[in-house]
């Protein structure tokens, strides 16, 4: 009889062991899958806006720039980088192997040019960049949308380096993502 009872005891201890366990589950799931928030934007200007706002124009003279060896763990959230000497601190955080250490910077006429970059990281996706300027607020305003096309493991990360005509030091520019799920 007292064999039974010790079973019986070990088999209620893991069943609670066992509900703990599906109840914290459930309340993860339930958190987790809730309704979606909108980012919190600490500004109020977001791409509804400036598609709105006559001010805002679109600037259409970009050109997307490849910049390689770029260590994703080091780059900084948001770049604007008006000269040579801004440029070259890039190098301070290329990869360390591979053909990376000798990796030479595409050339840049920064007397004509800005180049602005933030990085992203998504699953398998497909990229649009826009960028805007209010010339009232000396503001620019660089977009990407990101339409994600699946699910994987794999993290895709993208410096989306853009050259943009010669920005006023008194310009500031505003970077912000809009994720579009279609999978």
């Not at 009889?1 to 079973?7: A, E, I, S």
């Not at 069943?15 to 589950?25: D, G, V, W």
């Not at 977001?46 to 390689?68: C, P």
């Amino acid at each position: 009889m007292k064999t039974y009872l010790c079973v019986f005891e070990l088999v209620q201890r893991k069943m609670k062991s066992l509900t703990s366990l599906i109840f914290a589950i459930f309340i993860i799931a339930a958190v987790a899958c809730g309704d979606e928030q909108a980012t919190e934007y600490t500004q109020d200007i977001d791409i509804n806006t400036i598609l709105n706002d006559k001010n805002w124009v679109e600037v259409t003279d970009t050109m997307s720039i490849n910049i390689e060896c770029m260590d994703g763990d080091k780059i900084a959230e948001n770049y604007v980088i008006r000269n040579t000497n801004e440029y070259n601190k890039l190098l301070d955080i290329r990869w360390q192997y591979f053909d990376c250490p000798d990796y030479e910077l595409p050339e840049i006429d920064f007397n004509d040019h800005t180049l602005i970059g933030f990085v992203t990281k998504t699953g398998p996706s497909e990229i649009k960049r826009s960028v805007y300027r209010n010339d009232a607020e000396e503001k620019y305003f660089y977009n990407i949308d990101i339409s994600i096309t699946g699910i994987e493991e794999i993290l895709i990360v993208r410096n989306n380096w853009l050259l943009i005509p010669r920005l006023e030091e008194k310009y500031s520019v505003i970077f912000d993502t809009t994720m579009i799920y279609n999978y």
